[in-house]
T-cell receptor
Framework: EADIYQTPRYLVIGTGKKITLECSQTMGHDKMYWYQQDPGMELHLIHYSYGVNSTEKGDLSSESTVSRIRTEHFPLTLESARPSHTSQYLC??????????????FGPGTRLTVL | SQKIEQNSEALNIQEGKTATLTCNYTNYSPAYLQWYRQDPGRGPVFLLLIRENEKEKRKERLKVTFDTTLKQSLFHITASQPADSATYLCAPTGGGNKLTFGTGTQLKVEL
């Protein structure tokens, strides 16, 4: 079992609220990722980081922001949640090295519902 | 643009049979291809990685092939069991650090 954690697992919140989804890993991985996935649909990369103080936007545009102040921690923040943000958010990490050949370890996900 | 295609319809097979899932890609040349398993409401779990210079890779009951001419990977589960029921995702990658996943194929193994 991968040592990558996400909290909360489920979150129901009203429109306009600020939320932070937490993601932590204890494997010392340099690379971390956030994906968004709607039920029955494909995973879309929304943010990634190759190390501390490194963050990049992914392939799918997102109104969320991320930070990487510590290697093990990669939180995602929505300043003002909207119903269109309702989705499952998955965090993943992979070790340094091996261009493209490194497996990604996924957390259990956060199911976000914005009313 | 890059495109990854997996069987969109669920694959139903009987226990004990071999399941074969297909992953086709267009408009790029991946150096690696990864396969993941995803159960409902959970994050994907890595299964196998195959490199472009490898034709076939095996791990227990799993076998993956990679045909760079056909731009296709086949994922086989032999002696399938109900516990193998899940969605299987392929992720061809060109060598960078990002992965692009296919939509996945849902496998249902019936008794």
């Amino acid at each position: 079992e991968a040592d990558i954690y996400q909290t909360p697992r489920y979150l129901v919140i009203g429109t306009g609220k600020k939320i932070t989804l937490e993601c932590s890993q204890t494997m010392g991985h340099d690379k971390m990722y956030w994906y968004q996935q709607d039920p029955g649909m494909e995973l879309h990369l929304i943010h990634y980081s190759y190390g501390v103080n490194s963050t990049e936007k992914g392939d799918l545009s997102s109104e969320s922001t991320v930070s990487r102040i510590r290697t093990e921690h990669f939180p995602l923040t929505l300043e003002s949640a909207r119903p269109s943000h309702t989705s499952q958010y998955l965090c993943a990490s992979s070790p340094r090295g091996g261009q493209g050949g490194n497996e990604q370890f996924f957390g259990p996900g956060t199911r976000l519902t914005v009313l | 643009s890059q495109k990854i295609e997996q069987n969109s319809e669920a694959l139903n097979i009987q226990e004990g049979k071999t399941a074969t899932l297909t992953c086709n890609y267009t408009n790029y040349s991946p150096a690696y291809l990864q396969w993941y398993r995803q159960d409902p409401g959970r994050g994907p779990v890595f299964l196998l990685l195959i490199r472009e210079n490898e034709k076939e890779k095996r791990k227990e009951r799993l076998k993956v092939t990679f045909d760079t001419t056909l731009k296709q990977s086949l994922f086989h589960i032999t002696a399938s069991q109900p516990a193998d029921s899940a969605t299987y995702l392929c992720a061809p990658t060109g060598g960078g650090n990002k992965l692009t996943f296919g939509t996945g194929t849902q496998l249902k193994v019936e008794l």
